[in-house]
């Protein structure tokens, strides 16, 4: 009993502790600029870089440069004018729609499924206090044309629902959409290139003496890496979700090699030989830097990547994804509509 109230005792004082600020991906502190001049980055009980914690990638900044764009680096003002824009675009979708105007303008959300539910952020991306245009880091900020005489991309089966084509039967019942539709696996979040999202861009990170585990928000997968080990030996015909991942220190860096990635994975159309190296480096104690590059002698002639900033984030938060949902019922239901009427159309 007195174990028991002594744990009780704990407990109540966390919750009694001050709470932290409250920071969220529409905020600006989450982005604001930290000190990063003669910052040392802790170690860990093991000796390792301290990267251990909530981090979060929400960003209004894309993947790839817009074509307005001639540089990586964002001026404060074209900065500025970028997040106006983004928070009037969340103001707008956050009010109430009138179901009889019709089709509301976001483009992401419809009639049921209001910007309430979406966490994009409404802050550009910056590194080292830097405002950035692409997290892609290659000359022009896009994604490189793939080399002269590479085999045309591999068709990822049921990757996402758009790769779901209708000679599949895309509509033929559950097992046939896509994956992160049936809650199954996202393909673009969890694992090597971890990219931002529409909403859940919060990853948590535990480190081990010989493993380095990633939580990652979107349906709740763990991303394991080995710390200094070899990659499994014949594991071209084993590929796990998340490839085969191995990983070790350097310097203030986790650095993170991933080959072997399952055929439903889809990484800009590189071949099955591709290899991905990450960098994961604290440069403040509320920012990690996160770099990649996508290495396919197959596909592109020479590697490319990008990088961005992680910065810390509250917490993981459920991701309840069907519950209440009736999208998929609604779907399957359709389908079995339309074929009743084709029948009764043909007879």
């Not at 009980?45 to 960003?59: E, L, R, Y």
């Not at 197959?298 to 490319?304: G, Q």
């Not at 509250?314 to 079995?336: D, P, Q, S």
Request: charged share 20%; with cysteine.
């Amino acid at each position: 009993m007195k174990l028991r109230a002594s744990m009780i005792a704990i407990g109540l004082a966390a919750f009694a502790a001050p709470a932290l600020a409250q920071v969220n991906s529409y905020s600006a502190d989450a982005y604001a600029k930290p000190n990063y001049e003669g910052y040392v980055p802790p170690k860990n009980g093991f000796g390792q870089p301290d990267i251990a914690g909530v981090w979060s990638n929400a960003t209004t900044t894309p993947v790839e440069r817009p074509k307005e764009y001639t540089s990586l680096t964002l001026t404060e003002e074209q900065a500025a004018s970028v997040q106006g824009r983004a928070e009037n675009y969340r103001r707008a979708g956050d009010a109430p729609t009138d179901p009889a105007v019709g089709a509301p303008t976001d483009r992401n959300t419809n009639l049921g499924y209001n910007r309430f539910w979406t966490d994009p952020g409404t802050q550009v991306m910056r590194v080292r206090g830097e405002p950035r245009s692409s997290i892609l880091t290659t000359p022009d900020g896009r994604i490189p044309a793939r080399k002269q005489g590479a085999p045309p991309p591999p068709k990822r089966r049921v990757a996402t629902t758009s790769e779901v084509s209708a000679e599949a039967g895309a509509n033929d019942g559950p097992e046939s959409r896509g994956l992160p539709e049936r809650c199954i696996f996202m393909p673009t979040t969890a694992g090597a290139v971890m990219r931002p999202v529409l909403y859940n861009n919060n990853y948590q990170i535990a480190q081990g003496s010989d493993s380095v585990a990633i939580w990652v928000e979107m349906i709740h997968d763990i991303r394991i890496i080995r710390i200094g080990a070899k990659h499994n030996q014949g594991s071209a015909m084993i590929r796990p979700w998340l490839g085969d991942a191995i990983g070790w220190y350097e310097g203030n860096s986790l650095v993170v090699e991933t080959i072997n990635y399952h055929p439903f994975q889809e990484l800009y159309g590189a071949s099955d030989d591709v290899k991905v190296t990450e960098r994961f480096t604290r440069v403040a104690d509320n920012r990690l830097l996160y770099q990649f590059s996508i290495d396919d002698p197959i596909t592109w002639d020479a590697p490319w990547g990008g990088e961005y900033e992680f910065w810390a984030s509250e917490g993981i938060y459920e991701y309840a994804c069907h519950e209440g949902n009736h999208g998929m019922l609604g779907i399957l239901e359709g389908a079995r509509a339309l074929e009743r009427r084709e029948d009764e159309t043909a007879k």
